[in-house]
């Protein structure tokens, strides 16, 4: 028996607004716990399928969520330039292609699980299927809601092109860098070692627009909202040495407490560092950013 197509949309929804809810609070990954323990309404309905890369619940008419692990994820997170990602389906299983055919022909909003460690993903939502090729057993996934608005999205104009690669730099990738700074930096800010996630940022440490490899950890640092702001407009440096460094006029400066403890204190300051080695800052970044400090 499927439930009833509004019941259907209200759990989607009120998954979204969990989503949401859990990420305000400061969450950057969610855990295969939590996840197949969501509940709507006091009633348990897991968000992923043990073992599998698609939820699809008996009840439900169409797929509720996708999910790629990590272990394909760990150098590339798999999401294109335009902003979409293919998802095979199991020759094994016929039912996949049914319900994936039928959120894709109902429009049915979906979210779409990235593994960034073993066990842990980011959540995009709400994503669409805009695409479906039974031939080759495949869908194309977009995970940004303007994307569907596309005529053809695996083949964009030149103009839909430009603004798609925009919008997947500034949205899609920064969960993923997100994720992984705030991990190797065990949820603390690097600089005050401030601890609550829900006012630590994932900073570049060179702007992402410069790179090709947005979600490097090592273009990252993970600082609160003072010392992010202050380490972007340059009134805070760090040295290739990981040392903390404040402006001199702000040094001089006479103020209250924030100037005083939040930023003068922390001149001179050693940067805490990731505990794996491969996960520190570059130095080669840091010395470009600190140049435009010292200036
Ligand atoms: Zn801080």
New binding site residues.
């Given amino acids: 028996m499927t439930r009833a197509r509004s019941e259907q949309q209200a759990i989607r929804e009120d998954i979204f607004r969990w989503l949401d809810l859990r990420r305000n609070a400061g969450a950057y990954e969610f855990s295969r716990a939590e996840l197949i323990n969501y509940s709507f309404n006091g009633e348990r309905i897991p968000l992923l399928d043990t073992g599998r890369g698609i939820r699809n619940p008996a009840d439900f008419d169409s797929t509720l969520t996708i999910m790629t692990s990590s272990k394909k994820t760990e150098y590339s997170d798999g999401i294109s330039p335009e902003g979409l990602v293919r998802y095979s389906y199991q020759s094994r299983d016929g039912g996949d292609n049914v319900k994936l055919r039928n959120a894709y022909n109902d429009a049915d909003p979906l979210v779409y699980f990235l593994g960034v460690r073993a066990g842990y993903f980011v959540a995009f939502y709400p994503a669409y299927i805009v695409h479906d090729d039974p031939s080759r057993r495949e869908v194309h996934v977009a995970l940004d809601e303007s994307l569907r608005f596309f005529d053809d999205p695996l083949n964009l104009k030149e103009t839909e092109r430009r603004y798609a690669e925009r919008l997947v730099k500034a949205r899609l990738h920064q969960p993923m860098f997100r994720a992984r700074v705030l991990r190797a930096y065990e949820t603390a800010?690097?600089?005050?070692?401030?601890k609550h996630a829900e006012l630590?940022d994932a900073a570049h440490i060179i702007p992402d627009s410069n790179l090709e490899g947005v979600a490097e950890v090592t273009n990252g640092l993970a600082?609160?909202?003072?010392?992010?702001a202050s380490y972007d407009q340059n009134l805070l440096g760090i040295t290739p040495d990981y040392e903390v460094r404040i402006d001199r006029d702000l040094l001089e400066e006479v103020d209250g407490p924030m100037l005083r403890h939040?930023l003068q204190d922390?001149h001179g300051r050693s940067l805490m560092l990731p505990k794996r080695k491969a996960e520190h800052p570059s130095k080669d970044r840091l010395a470009q950013k600190y140049a435009l400090f010292a200036a």
């Avoid at 600082?223 to 992010?228: E, G, N, S, Y």
């Fill in positions: 800010c690097a600089i005050c070692e401030l630590l600082l609160c909202k003072i010392h992010h939040g922390m």
